[in-house]
């Protein structure tokens, strides 16, 4: 796939609806996590997003490639599943028992660096440029920002190093798998979101049974709320993510990552009635002002006159 990308409004919408579907992934993982093991969570998650899209995409003829794959390419999509959901899962689930949530969100904030510089190499048409490069750094520092002297806090724990690193990997697949994302051949967008979910539950499933042994039997208010992550930030995000690495790149899909921590910030105190912290606007701010210096030219064609 080798043409430039495709940034429409119908793009925007879709980063717009991924920030705030993500942000409010935490809210529900926090609710789940007191009913069930991380990685069970994890597997649950990924299980319940692939049994939905499976069906789905069976229902509908089960179209994957539109021309006949290389054993290249279908080794491809087989390292795309596991990088794309089912190791930065584990990662994370591992992760974050070791690191404050503030160092996990920057973590995740840090994929639109990782991007930029593995799409200039690795995609068409997603050229760095010192504009570019200056508007992911400034919305970086705006996401610094807004979670605070929590980035630098220790927590104490003998395995806070290798937990960083963790997370700092989950990251890496993240943005490694939305580079991969754009450059497999023509391909049924729901097809490759279920194919995707599918090798990651068979990956993540084994692996939570070796780790945290058989699955426990959770509540009916826990099987709810793996139900909804399965259904709505796994299944449907993970659709709208490969719709959006596919037509608009990479390098536009990762600004989805500077959103998160700010609607995770504001549906903590709309439903939680968390206290809003006082650099909120300042962070806004600049990651808005990240996000239109990097995007300048996406932003000055859907605004300008046809």
Same mark, same amino acid.
């Given at each position: 796939?080798?043409?430039?990308?495709?940034?429409?409004?119908?793009? /925007? !919408?879709?980063?717009?609806?991924?920030?705030?579907?993500?942000?409010?992934?935490? %809210?529900?993982?926090?609710?789940?996590?007191?009913?069930?093991?991380?990685?069970?969570?994890?597997?649950?998650?990924?299980?319940?997003?692939?049994?939905?899209?499976?069906?789905? /995409?069976?229902?509908?003829?089960?179209?994957?490639?539109?021309?006949?794959?290389?054993?290249?390419?279908?080794?491809?999509?087989?390292?795309?599943? %596991?990088?794309?959901?089912?190791v930065p899962f584990m990662l994370l689930s591992w992760g974050q028992q070791y690191v404050t949530s503030g160092f996990a969100g920057v973590s995740m904030a840090s994929v639109a660096l990782i991007v930029?510089?593995?799409?200039?190499?690795?995609? =068409?048409?997603?050229?760095?440029? /010192?504009?570019?490069?200056?508007?992911?750094? !400034?919305?970086?520092?705006?996401?610094?920002?807004?979670?605070?002297?929590?980035?630098?806090?220790?927590?104490?724990?003998?395995?806070?190093?290798?937990?960083?690193?963790?997370?700092?990997?989950?990251?890496?697949?993240?943005?490694?798998?939305?580079?991969?994302? +754009?450059? %497999? =051949?023509?391909?049924? =967008?729901?097809?490759?979101?279920?194919?995707?979910?599918? !090798?990651?539950?068979?990956?993540?499933?084994?692996?939570?049974?070796?780790?945290?042994?058989?699955?426990?039997?959770?509540?009916?208010?826990?099987?709810?709320?793996?139900?909804?992550?399965?259904?709505?930030?796994?299944?449907?995000?993970?659709?709208?993510?490969?719709t959006v690495a596919r037509t608009a790149g990479p390098v536009f899909l990762s600004l989805v990552n500077y959103q998160v921590p700010v609607w995770s910030v504001l549906l903590g105190a709309l439903i939680?009635?968390?206290?809003?912290? =006082?650099?909120?606007? /300042?962070?806004?701010?600049? !990651?808005?002002?990240?996000?239109? %210096?990097?995007?300048?030219?996406?932003? +000055?064609?859907?605004?300008?006159?046809?």
């Amino acid at each position: 796939m080798d043409q430039s990308p495709d940034i429409t409004p119908k793009s /925007w !919408i879709m980063i717009v609806v991924l920030g705030l579907t993500w942000g409010g992934t935490f %809210l529900a993982i926090e609710l789940a996590l007191v009913g069930i093991t991380p990685f069970w969570l994890a597997a649950a998650r990924i299980s319940f997003g692939a049994v939905l899209t499976v069906a789905v /995409w069976l229902g509908r003829g089960a179209r994957l490639f539109v021309v006949a794959p290389t054993p290249t390419q279908w080794a491809s999509l087989g390292i795309l599943s %596991l990088l794309s959901s089912a190791v930065p899962f584990m990662l994370l689930s591992w992760g974050q028992q070791y690191v404050t949530s503030g160092f996990a969100g920057v973590s995740m904030a840090s994929v639109a660096l990782i991007v930029l510089p593995l799409a200039h190499f690795l995609v =068409p048409g997603e050229r760095m440029t /010192w504009r570019r490069l200056a508007g992911f750094v !400034i919305g970086f520092a705006g996401v610094v920002l807004l979670i605070g002297a929590q980035v630098f806090e220790n927590t104490g724990a003998a395995l806070e190093l290798p937990g960083r690193l963790a997370c700092l990997g989950a990251a890496a697949c993240y943005a490694v798998s939305s580079v991969q994302l +754009r450059r %497999l =051949p023509a391909v049924d =967008p729901l097809g490759l979101t279920a194919v995707l979910l599918g !090798i990651g539950a068979l990956c993540v499933v084994p692996v939570a049974w070796a780790v945290e042994g058989p699955p426990p039997s959770p509540d009916a208010y826990t099987l709810m709320v793996m139900a909804f992550l399965g259904l709505v930030p796994t299944a449907a995000a993970n659709l709208l993510r490969v719709t959006v690495a596919r037509t608009a790149g990479p390098v536009f899909l990762s600004l989805v990552n500077y959103q998160v921590p700010v609607w995770s910030v504001l549906l903590g105190a709309l439903i939680l009635g968390e206290a809003l912290p =006082p650099s909120l606007i /300042w962070a806004m701010l600049l !990651i808005l002002a990240g996000v239109g %210096l990097s995007q300048y030219g996406a932003l +000055r064609r859907l605004f300008s006159p046809r």
